[in-house]
């Protein structure tokens, strides 16, 4: 059938051929699992014993993580396993709601929760590790799966933009640490060191 045809016809055939079997292994991707997982750490000063409050507490949750406009408790206290609450999220001009549940506490080391919407479904991990004197690496990884197959396709288009929400978040988590005291002063230079004495 190609016999007649020259290098460049064939190469646009199978060009084309190739794309069609990229595009059926991508669609094929999201309907099986269209999960896609986004992560950002940063070093607060602060140790985890005085993190944890913000990570588990409605009050303070609301303050440092991004988008995240209001929580109303509904079955028991956040920092308990099977707890749930309503979340209420805001974006530009969407909103929406979830029910979360609190699924593994590690007081002081591990936050685990899943929260369900129609828009989709996110398992979030927020995990404090001691990064040396008063010093807490913290963590945050959410694994989101889309509801739709149209979103799950378009995932890589939104994923850049869910990284990013996380570290502004983290941002104003250790902004909150230090205007609300829980954080340490940050550790005197030995040029500080010899002006006092």
């Given amino acids: ?20 079997a ?58 308990e396993v099977d707890s749930t609450r309503m979340l209420f999220w805001r974006e530009r001009y969407r909103h929406w709601t979830a029910i979360e549940a609190t699924r593994e506490v590690l007081p002081g080391r591990l936050y685990r929760t899943v929260q369900q919407s129609d828009a989709d479904t996110r398992i979030q991990r927020v995990e404090l590790a001691p990064a040396g004197d008063c010093q807490t690496e913290v963590t945050v990884t959410e694994q989101i799966r889309p509801s739709s197959y149209t979103d799950r396709v378009m995932s890589f288009l939104v994923s850049g933009d869910d990284e990013a929400r996380l570290e502004v978040s983290l941002e104003a988590l250790d902004r909150w640490l230090q205007d609300s005291g829980a954080g340490c002063a940050a550790p005197a230079t030995e040029a500080q060191k010899g002006s006092t004495s």
């Fill in 1 to 20: 059938m190609l016999d007649g045809w020259n290098l460049y016809h064939k190469s646009a055939v199978f060009a084309l051929w190739g794309f069609g």
């Fill in 22 to 79: 990229l595009a059926v292994a991508r669609a094929v991707i999201a309907i099986d699992g269209g999960t896609y997982e986004v992560t950002a750490t940063r070093t607060v000063a602060a140790s985890p014993e005085a993190i944890w409050p913000w990570v588990t507490q409605t009050e303070n949750r609301t303050r440092w993580q991004a988008k995240l406009v209001d929580m109303t408790p509904l079955m028991g206290d956040p920092a």
